[in-house]
């Protein structure tokens, strides 16, 4: 950490800005600025058709619900984040742009929520244990967790990466035990939102931290995208015989 403290990337201020104080934001340069709504705004319209075609494919009510609740939390987070980081970059401050700071952010947790609520909703778990209560206590952890961020906006922010992570991280070690198609593919989604992590904490340190955890993320969630269409809404009902609770 000290390495990176020490500008080791000797670049022009036009490519990073100094480290923020303790609880304060970073100011990202122009091209910083311009980095962070592209890495987000270019994966809407690929969130935009992975959520129809969830809806094209649903052939019953829970295929349905879960449709909607993933692929509204997949466009509203990408699109969110890009509106939040496009005002950053016309400079525009005040009211709009510290709500949709405070949007973005809750975003996040609801997001991480929705990103379990496929595999909770559609595949057979366990009838009792963690797992079993996992359908309801994600939500009231993200819940939990959009209290904290919004009472504490931008103050004790290791404490709120640490919330991140570990909303993130729980819910899916009680699906050690359970058989699912494709978890390598879920594993490495998971691996690279939490490497992402690292460069989320690196604004200053690391040009272009921020896109690059924006970047990161949006691949992770791409893959997961993907694994839940070619797992859980396939065409062929013997790829998923007894995995889903309610048969196509």
């Not at 466009?75 to 709009?96: A, D, Q, W």
């Not at 200053?204 to 791409?222: M, S, V, Y």
Request: net charge neutral; charged share 15%.
């Amino acid at each position: 950490m000290a390495l990176l403290d020490s500008k080791i990337f000797h670049l022009p201020r036009k490519w990073m800005n100094e480290k923020a104080p303790p609880d304060r934001p970073y100011k990202p340069t122009t091209v910083e600025h311009a980095a962070n709504v592209i890495t987000n705004g270019i994966w809407i319209p690929f969130s935009i058709w992975g959520s129809f075609s969830l809806l094209h494919r649903s052939t019953n009510w829970p295929q349905l619900l879960v449709a909607v609740v993933y692929g509204v939390s997949i466009i509203s987070i990408f699109t969110l984040s890009t509106v939040f980081h496009y005002t950053l970059f016309c400079r525009r401050e005040g009211p709009i742009k510290e709500a949709l700071h405070r949007c973005d952010r809750a975003m996040i947790y609801i997001f991480i929520a929705a990103s379990y609520f496929p595999w909770l909703t559609l595949t057979r778990v366990p009838s009792e244990g963690l797992v079993a209560e996992m359908w309801w206590l994600i939500w009231v952890f993200a819940s939990l967790g959009i209290i904290y961020q919004q009472i504490y906006h931008e103050r004790f922010k290791w404490l709120e990466t640490i919330f991140y992570l570990t909303i993130g991280v729980a819910p899916g070690l009680a699906f050690l035990s359970i058989d699912i198609p494709s978890i390598f593919k879920i594993q490495v989604g998971g691996a690279l939102y939490i490497l992402g992590v690292f460069f989320f904490k690196m604004d200053g340190r690391i040009p272009f931290a921020h896109a690059i955890w924006h970047f990161l993320g949006a691949i992770a969630a791409c893959i997961h995208l993907l694994t839940v269409l070619e797992t859980l809404y396939v065409e062929d009902p013997s790829v998923t015989e007894g995995l889903l609770k309610f048969e196509p």
